[in-house]
Structure formats: C-alpha cells, structure tokens
C-alpha cells in the first residue's frame, strides 16, 4: 500500500487587472508558498462570476493537481510555507476537503458568518494605511477547526475529496464561497475545516452591496430547509 504524499499545489487567482501588474503579487506567491506551485493567474476585466470562473477550474483537465487554493488577489502571506502546510494538514486529515483560514460551525438566514458565535480564524486587514488584527477567535490551539461555511480570500481545496462543484446559477462575487462550502457540507462526504497556522493580510476590507443581500435570499430559498446549522462541537 504505498502512500502517495501531495508535493504541489495549484493556486488560482481572479484579477481585473494583468499579469504584468500583478507580477509581484504573483511572485509573492511562489516565493512564500514553500512547495511546488502552479499559479493560475486569470484576467476577468468582464467581472465574470466567481463561481463559473472557480467551476471551470475544479472541471478543468489542465490543472493536473489535486490540490487547488483559491486566493483574492488582495491578500499577502504573513509566513512563509503556507502551500507546505495546507499540504501537510490534507495529509494528516484525510477527512477534510476544504480548508480555510476564517470561517463558522453556524449558519442562517442572516447569512454573515462573521455575525455568528462560533466564529474561527484570524485576519490581518489594511485599509487606509490602518491596519487591525479582525480576530474571529483567538489562536487555534489544534490544527483544524471544524466549520460549515469559510471566507473566500483563501479557500483550499483537494478536488479528490469534494463532491460538489461551484454553482454557476450563484452569479457575482457574494455567496460563492458560502453556496460551495454549504453544498458540501449538507452532502457530508467531506469536513470543512479553519486553520490559524497560515498568516494572511487582506488589504481590503468588506461592503456588503445590493448584490449581497440579492445572493443571501438566493441561498436562503436554496438552504432554508436546512436551517439552522450549528456544529455541536
């Protein structure tokens, strides 16, 4: 029975600017990522949905690794060898497919995961040249926690795992994240999980526009009969 250990992932980034503005963001990535990393750096001047975007990339016969991390292309890496950790952690847990670094074990119609008690992960957030530590919850004394929806900025997944795909029917870019964490979790073929051992600044900060609230009703008529969902751990 040989193991067969994941040495490389692929990075998918979505940007309206080019690959020549970005280049630095994009060496950041292969200079702090601490493994063998393909980046994917897509142009979407069209402001083409997320979720038809990250779709077509899960389908895709090009991206030859099992392993794919989605990433804003606002973000920076606090620590060096977060590729090595997100490999090491689908290495060691084996029941998990998603893993993110902030998230929650609860979810509802009022659909702000941030808002919810059980709430995990921590963000560096720039803005303004302020910049602020948002702490979801403190330091994670264990490798995972256990969530039912994560945020978008980082979202790492092992295709191998997953047993739903993003849905295109969700247009934009609100609710992609939570309409593909909470499709798996409901078919409970894989755990979804945060992490606090990779570091990451987000030079953004979010607005909730009227497409927000247009998407929330969306995945409250898909969801709701689901409602509430409380991870009891």
Known sequence: DIKIMEDKISVVVCSRQTAEQKKDFIQ??????????????????????????????????????????FIHDDIEFLKKGWGAEILRLFNKHKDYG??????????????AWWQYKKKYGQVLHRHDGKSWLTAFSPLLDHDLQEVCVIDGLFMAVNKKRISKNFD????????????FCLA???????????????RIAHNSVGEMKSEWYTNRDQINEKYKDYYPIDLEK
């Open 28 to 69: 950041h990535i292969k200079d702090t990522c601490g493994c063998n990393a393909h980046v994917y750096f897509l142009i979407n001047q069209d402001g083409v949905g997320l979720t038809q975007i990250y779709e077509d990339m899960l389908k895709s016969d090009k991206v030859d690794n099992n392993v794919i991390v």
């Open 98 to 111: 998603i893993i993110g670094v902030a998230g929650s074990a609860q979810f509802d119609e009022n659909g």
């Open 168 to 179: 295109p029917e969700v247009k934009g870019f609100n609710f992609y994240d939570i309409d």
């Open 184 to 198: 798996n979790y409901i078919d409970g073929k894989t755990k979804i999980g945060v992490t606090t051992n990779i």
